[in-house]
T-cell receptor
């Protein structure tokens, strides 16, 4: 039972289309993270939020990517004009509750396939 | 900048044999270190973590890891492999001094295969 819900779990789209992923932490935490994981690789940091504020963005996050957390609870990650290189698993994570030792609790991920 | 290196992208062991997955880290500040496991088409699940308390850390499913500062290593072991251990394993590091930012840097992963 994950503390982070992601939707959709799978998305197949054609190149050039826009896609949006949603992340809903079950237990609210003021910080929320997005990672990208391509086939055969470890997760790579994309961005993170402290409440509504987006505090850090990786250089992996091109201008086609935009992330929001409008009310400091759920978050969305939108990819515009998708490219085949965007095919990956997009993971959302929040800090584990009751700890301050740096661990993250990950959702099941949203797998994107761009044809 | 912090980083981790996982030696061996694929490891195969026989059921009942010792599992050893290697991780070396690079960090200019005291690190937090983690091992996560990922089953196919799923997210990552925390196996164990090192947070500067005991250097030998025990995790779930019989796994443990030992922090060795002199070797900058945090290898994952399990005495006896089960078929259910077949998965992808990731080592990760974060910065202890960066309070309020849990950004993790992951290794490239090791795929563990268990031979019946």
């Amino acid at each position: 039972d994950t503390g982070v819900s992601q939707d959709p779990r799978h998305k197949i789209t054609k190149r050039g289309q826009n896609v949006t992923f949603r992340c809903d932490p079950i237990s609210e935490h003021n910080r929320l993270y997005w990672y990208r994981q391509t086939l055969g690789q470890g997760p790579e940091f994309l961005t993170y939020f402290q409440n509504e504020a987006q505090l850090e963005k990786s250089r992996l996050l091109s201008d086609r990517f935009s992330a929001e957390r409008p009310k400091g609870s759920f978050s969305t990650l939108e990819i515009q004009r998708t490219e085949q290189g965007d095919s990956a698993m997009y993971l959302c994570a929040t800090p584990a509750r009751g700890t301050n030792t740096g661990e993250l609790f990950f959702g099941e991920g949203s797998r994107l396939t761009v044809l | 900048a912090q980083s981790v290196t996982q030696l061996g992208s694929h490891v195969s062991v026989s059921e009942g044999a010792l599992v050893l997955l290697r991780c070396n880290y690079s960090s200019s500040v005291p690190p937090y270190l983690f091992w996560y496991v990922q089953y196919p088409n799923q997210g990552l699940q925390l196996l164990l973590k090192y947070t500067s308390a005991a250097t030998l850390v025990k995790g779930i499913n019989g796994f443990e890891a030992e922090f060795k500062k002199s070797e900058t290593s945090f290898h994952l072991t399990k005495p006896s492999a089960h078929m259910s251990d077949a998965a992808e394993y990731f080592c990760a590091v974060s910065d202890q001094s960066n309070f309020g930012n849990e950004k993790l840097t992951f290794g490239t992963g090791t795929r563990l295969t268990i031979i019946p």
